[in-house]
Every structure is written in structure tokens, then in C-alpha cells.
């Protein structure tokens, strides 16, 4: 019996001719490509893997899994990835920012009803994808609870699971999901999942654009996470010293001058 999982995570998917949901250096380095994401999908089917959403990863009896998840609530979470999905009876979790439904590039309210009510799992991403750290009390309980309701009014059916914009944790986090009636916080570190890890702080890691296939297969099998979390535990000091909205313009300029 498996008892360590990886927990993937995804953003858009880019379709050609399709413009994205938004274009700066920042954003875009997270899209994979549709035909990329197939590519994925296939070598786990191939390889005796299966696609989990987190409420059936919990239970960590599934032999070679991963955790699918996706973040923002893209139109493509329903008109690309879960036909790639479906298509090898894989399941996952999509975190739905609540109040981007019905904006341009993003998934109406029907679509995400169709997107329920053809077996996957929806999360919460937030009402409005703010920082949540930076938060007071009121603002942080207003985006968990605001958006599980209107969430559960789109699709009749509980939100049990919640996933941090940007990966921004907290304890507070933790503690207005336990209040708001969530069972799991999802954030961006980088590590394995277990039966003795805390469901209110899940590790999940970050599928990026340029990433190889090979560099995918270790991650799914948990390999060289060290890596990875070493060089997020940089860019989290440095959120720490500079601040999210300083510490994002600096990015931004970085990514805009490497292009």
C-alpha cells in the first residue's frame, strides 16, 4: 500500500488560437500546453498510474497515484483537461476562484455545473484570489466563506477542499478554514502527501510550462522534491522581507527582462 502521494498542481491549459486568460511573464510561465498535459496524462496511464482527486488521494490505498489538481477556474478546466482526464477515468479537483465565474476566459456557471455533475471535484480558490496573509480577520473569512457558498449555490453540492491564491499560507488559513467548514487547505510546497500529514496544510507541486517529461516522471514519483522546495523556501524569504505586492513587481520586471 502506497503511503506517500504527490499532489499535482495546475493552471491553465493553452489551446491554439485560444488567447489566455491573462498574458504577463508571471502568469503564463505556469500554462502548459494542452498537448503537453495529454503527453503527461498518458505516460501515467501508461505506466500503471492513476489520476486521484484529493478526496480519494486522502485515503492513500490507491498503489501508483497522483493527485490532480487545478487552480483559478480557467474555461479550459472543462473544455480541455477534463476530456484528457476523462478519457483515462482519472479524477481530480479543480479550485474555482468563485468570483472570476462568468468572466472572460474563465468558466461560466454552467460550465462548471457540467464540470461537477460529470464526476470531478470542486474546490475553492478564493472569492476574489487575494493574497490571504495579508488579510485582516474579516477580509480572510469573507474570501473562505463567501466563496464556498456561492460555490455550493452553482453546483448543489458541498465545497469541502480549499487551495491558497499563490500559495500564500498562513495558520490563520488553517484555522478560518476549520471555522468556514473546510476538511483540507492546499498550498505550493513542494513535498509528499502521507497519512500523518497535515490535511489543512498539503503540499502540492507546481507543473510549470517548460518543465520535460522526465522531470515530470520524478516528480510524480516524489524524487529530487528537495530542489524544488529549496529554491521556493528562497522566494518565500524574500516575499517575507519585501512584502507580496513588492516582492511580485520585482518578479515581474525579472521575468519581463529574461524574456
Known amino acids: 500500500m502506497k503511503t506517500e502521494l504527490v499532489f499535482l498542481m495546475y493552471h491553465e491549459l493553452e489551446l491554439p488560437g485560444r488567447p489566455l486568460c491573462r498574458t504577463e511573464p508571471g502568469y503564463v510561465r505556469y500554462v502548459v500546453t494542452a498537448s503537453n ?3 503527461q496524462m ?19 490505498d490507491r ?20 476530456t484528457i482526464l476523462k478519457a483515462r477515468v482519472f479524477g481530480a479537483t479543480f ?46 473569512r469573507q474570501e473562505m466563506l463567501e466563496s464556498k ?7 448543489g453540492k458541498p465545497i469541502r477542499h480549499f487551495s ?25 510546497r513542494a513535498r509528499v502527501n502521507s497519512r500523518s500529514s497535515d490535511h489543512y496544510a498539503l503540499g502540492r507541486v507546481a507543473i510549470m510550462r517548460d518543465i520535460s517529461l522526465g522531470d515530470f516522471q520524478n516528480i510524480c514519483r516524489g524524487r529530487e522534491l528537495w530542489k524544488i522546495e529549496l529554491r521556493d523556501a528562497i522566494r518565500g524569504a524574500a516575499k517575507r522581507l519585501l512584502g507580496n505586492r ?8 525579472a521575468l519581463l527582462r529574461s524574456r
Open 95 to 140: 479550485y474555482v476562484t468563485a468570483g472570476s465565474v462568468g468572466n472572460k476566459g474563465y468558466m461560466s456557471s454552467p460550465q462548471l455545473r457540467q464540470l461537477s455533475d460529470s464526476g470531478f471535484e470542486i474546490g475553492s480558490h478564493s472569492m476574489t484570489h487575494r493574497y490571504l496573509p495579508d488579510l485582516d480577520d474579516a477580509c480572510l
Open 63 to 82: 498503489g501508483n497515484a497522483v493527485a490532480i489538481t487545478f487552480d483559478d477556474g480557467s474555461e479550459t478546466d472543462v473544455t480541455a483537461a477534463a
Open 164 to 188: 491558497c491564491p499563490g500559495g500564500r499560507y498562513d495558520r490563520r488559513v488553517a484555522r478560518f478554514a476549520r471555522q468556514t467548514g473546510y476538511v483540507t487547505v492546499a498550498n505550493s
Open 149 to 155: 457558498h456561492r460555490l455550493e449555490e452553482m453546483i
Open 246 to 253: 513588492i516582492y511580485d513587481s520585482v518578479r515581474h520586471r
Open 37 to 39: 498535459f495529454q503527453v
Open 42 to 60: 498518458e505516460w501515467l496511464r501508461t505506466a500503471g498510474w492513476r489520476g486521484l482527486s484529493v478526496t480519494e488521494a486522502l485515503t492513500f
